[in-house]
């Protein structure tokens, strides 16, 4: 028999060609939406009508609340979320160290101070370690949904009421997923999803909050849709609606052209959700196959994931070169989608959070006031995958990129299981390879 040489050893790679998840899809239905809207002449909605309304109302109806707010970007569906539960210099924010950044930066532009907190070894967030940096400043917390798998949240709810605080939910990997049955997003004072291009529910560009309470919609609008919306959709009866006219300063109203693109999307968002489950547990059994490696962000405990991703830990002790060479090895064989999440380096890394800054005052607290092991580790030690969610009428391309998985799995744990005196090591990926 033949000795197997993987594609980082300068084999012949498995795949023909680069092979990522395609996403998103383009459903010629949404398509003509898009084109509809662009014949329509309407490129800008400035009060709370056509798809922009339409898309709020299914958003709302999707998750039983009254008012959702759609906005350009998940950027801005939190900072509007943020200014809706009037944060402000002097308050600091219970924020996780493990998110996307955008979690926590808009808190600067408010003054406000994001207190950043370590997350269990499923990246979720960990309400113990929270509990001993709360201090008389501390106003709310924001959790993420981290790779589309539910904070606890009976412990981060008891949490945020035993302590007072106001919690806001980024959603912004984790459309449709559900915490003992109900959607996340939710829980708190308000829920932000990001509408970006990779997200499940794609705009391109865009973002989306939805809340229960009438004050926090209201300053959001107030924040970004000034003039006709927040003229006619604020209570005037409140007392902010005198400034509706010009709003706070910002504008952050989606653009037409992206929300009809993704209004098509909410309608299958509970079926694609079925479907990732199944995919994840293929996925799950593929990579488990290598001896080292553990999926961490599947559904459990009444945590119905949206796989965003699906997130590995590669244990070094196990598969020697540890993730970075199983990484190498996967992209080497043409499996582009195998990537770790350096974008998503914990935020306690990363220099604004070490040095914080403020456009509107100045700060003699500090954001990292503990150690963050956890996420370390995991920053260190995991890989994430795009987890398919076969819309009708892809199904065969969501099965071909199954198939590739299956194929550059099964030639590396060929490969594993061949004697050889030489083992897996990250130095002898090719350089650009290893990322991490
Ligand atoms: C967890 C998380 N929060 C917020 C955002 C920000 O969303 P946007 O890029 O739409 O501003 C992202 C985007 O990647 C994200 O992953």
Redesign the pocket.
């Known amino acids: 028999m033949t000795a197997t040489t993987l594609a980082v050893d300068g084999g012949v790679p498995v795949l023909g060609q680069p092979t990522a998840y395609p996403w998103p899809k383009l459903r010629p239905a949404w398509c003509e939406a898009v084109n509809r809207q662009l014949a329509s002449g309407q490129l800008s909605i400035y009060d709370r009508s056509g798809v922009v309304a339409a898309f709020e109302d299914a958003w709302s109806e999707g998750h039983s609340l009254p008012y959702s707010l759609v906005t350009n970007?998940?950027?801005?569906a939190?900072h509007s979320a943020f200014y809706g539960i009037g944060l402000g210099p002097g308050d600091e924010v219970l924020c996780p160290t493990y998110?996307?950044f955008?979690?926590a930066v808009p808190l600067f532009q408010l003054g406000a101070l994001p207190v950043l907190v370590d997350c269990r070894p499923d990246g979720s967030f960990d309400t113990e370690a929270a509990a001993a940096l709360v201090t008389e400043r501390t106003r709310a917390l924001v959790v993420?949904h981290?790779w589309g798998l539910p904070c606890e949240m009976d412990a981060v709810v008891s949490f945020a009421s035993r302590h007072n605080l106001d919690l806001v939910e980024?959603c912004?990997?984790a459309h449709g997923a559900t915490y003992a049955g109900q959607r996340v997003g939710t829980f708190g004072a308000a829920g932000a999803w990001?509408?970006?291009t990779?997200?499940l529910i794609a705009a391109g560009?865009?973002?989306v909050l939805a809340t229960d309470r009438r004050d926090v919609y209201d300053r959001a609008q107030l924040l970004g849709h000034f003039n006709k919306r927040a003229m006619k959709e604020m209570d005037p009866d409140g007392p902010l609606y005198p400034y509706a006219a010009t709003g706070h300063g910002l504008k952050y109203r989606a653009h037409p052209l992206g929300i009809a693109f993704a209004l098509g999307q909410v309608a299958e968002l509970t079926d694609w959700i079925s479907a990732k489950q199944r995919y994840a547990r293929c996925l799950t059994e593929l990579f488990e196959r290598i001896d080292g490696v553990t999926a961490l962000t599947h559904s459990r405990d009444g945590r119905v994931s949206a796989h965003y991703a699906l997130l590995f830990e590669v244990d070094p002790d196990v598969l020697s070169g540890g993730r970075d060479w199983l990484v190498a090895a996967c992209n080497a064989e043409g499996l582009d989608d195998v990537d770790v999440p350096k974008?998503?380096s914990p935020l306690h890394t990363l220099h604004l959070f070490q040095a914080p800054i403020s456009p509107v005052t100045s700060y003699d607290r500090r954001c990292l006031r503990a150690d963050y092991p956890v996420a370390d580790r995991l920053a260190a030690r995991t890989f994430k995958i795009s987890v398919p969610c076969a819309p009708v009428g892809f199904e065969d391309e969501d099965e071909r990129y199954l198939g590739a998985v299956q194929e550059v799995t099964d030639k590396i744990v060929g490969w594993l299981a061949e004697p050889r005196t030489r083992r897996p090591d990250a130095r002898l990926a090719p350089s650009g390879q290893v990322v991490g």
Do not use: V
């Open positions: 970007s998940g950027t801005a939190l998110t996307f955008a979690t993420t981290m980024d912004s990997h990001s509408l970006q990779q997200k560009e865009g973002g974008a998503t």
